[in-house]
Nanobody, 128 residues
Framework: QVQLVESGGSAVQTGGSLRLSCIAS????????MGWFRQVPGKGREAVAV???????KYADSVKGRFTISRDNNKDTLFLQMNNLKPEDTAMYYC??????????????????????WGQGTQVTVSS
């Protein structure tokens, strides 16, 4: 399995920005789809954004226009640029990868069961 390590989480004020990074410990060539999920206490994991190797992106409605997902296939790195942060963005953010489950011709899904590899998470806290 691919090992994923997130970084960049922090405590910020409403309206602030953060950039999360995720580095894979091994080659990510087989990871057609990668993305970011988030979770708050008492709730399930929610897809924030996913990205295909061809750069096709999908976002949760709650973050459209504020967050941008990107990836560097050569450096095995995934990013999430978060702007205009809101208190409701407070959560543990997880980097995910499909670990070869997704055919290259298919779009990336937003369901957590589509992703086999998960990072340890990085905490984002937005204060009002």
């Amino acid at each position: 399995q691919v090992q994923l390590v997130e970084s960049g989480g922090s405590a910020v004020q409403t309206g602030g920005s953060l950039r999360l990074s995720c580095i894979a410990s091994v080659y990510t060539y087989s990871n057609i789809c990668m993305g970011w999920f988030r979770q708050v206490p008492g709730k399930g994991r929610e897809a924030v954004a996913v990205i295909h190797r061809n750069a096709e992106q999908k976002y949760a409605d709650s973050v459209k226009g504020r967050f941008t997902i990107s990836r560097d296939n050569n450096k095995d790195t995934l990013f999430l640029q978060m702007n205009n942060l809101k208190p409701e963005d407070t959560a543990m953010y997880y980097c995910v990868a499909d670990a070869g489950r997704t055919p290259a011709w298919r779009s990336c899904g937003m369901g957590e069961n589509e992703y086999s590899s998960w990072g340890q998470g990085t905490q984002v806290t937005v204060s009002s």
